[in-house]
């Protein structure tokens, strides 16, 4: 993914971009409902994941992965959760819309959990 360092900068509380699968789920698990750990996707180029703690009864695990398109759009990028048509010039944008509406997640994120790992 290209270095968009401003950007990075804005959502650094929750981009952990090289951390496993496994290790995300594993801060999660501490985490309030609507925690998320956004990290560059090891099996989709140009792509994020998005990991997102919700309650059992949303998912039969209660930590939830959606992928984020990054989308050029008159030689700009747009990002968007995969298999939505909804789309955002920044991913800080996605981020605070989704902490307002969930569209397709379970629940809204949660702006304010932020992890150091």
Same mark, same amino acid.
Request: with cysteine.
């Given at each position: 993914? %290209?270095?968009?360092? !401003? ?5 650094? #509380?929750?981009?952990? *971009?090289?951390?496993? #699968?496994?290790?995300?789920? !594993?801060?999660?698990? $501490?985490? !309030? ?5 956004? #990290? ?13 703690? @919700? &309650? ?5 695990? /209660?930590?939830?992965?959606?992928? +984020?398109?990054?989308? =050029? @759009?008159?030689?700009? *990028?747009?990002? #968007? +959760?995969?298999?939505? =048509?909804? $789309?955002? &010039? ?5 981020? =605070?819309?989704?902490?307002?509406? *969930?569209? =397709?997640? %379970? +629940?809204?994120?949660?702006? /304010? ?5």
């Amino acid at each position: 993914l %290209p270095n968009l360092t !401003d950007e990075m900068t804005s959502i650094s #509380r929750w981009y952990k *971009p090289y951390l496993e #699968r496994e290790a995300v789920c !594993d801060a999660l698990q $501490q985490a !309030d409902y609507g925690a998320f750990i956004l #990290r560059n996707s090891t099996t989709h180029t140009d792509c994020y994941a998005l990991s997102i703690k @919700v &309650p059992k009864f949303t998912h039969e695990s /209660n930590i939830v992965h959606y992928l +984020i398109e990054k989308i =050029i @759009v008159d030689s700009c *990028p747009n990002y #968007r +959760i995969k298999g939505t =048509i909804k $789309q955002f &010039p920044t991913l800080l944008s996605l981020l =605070i819309h989704h902490s307002v509406m *969930p569209e =397709i997640l %379970p +629940i809204t994120l949660n702006l /304010n959990e932020s992890f150091t790992i």
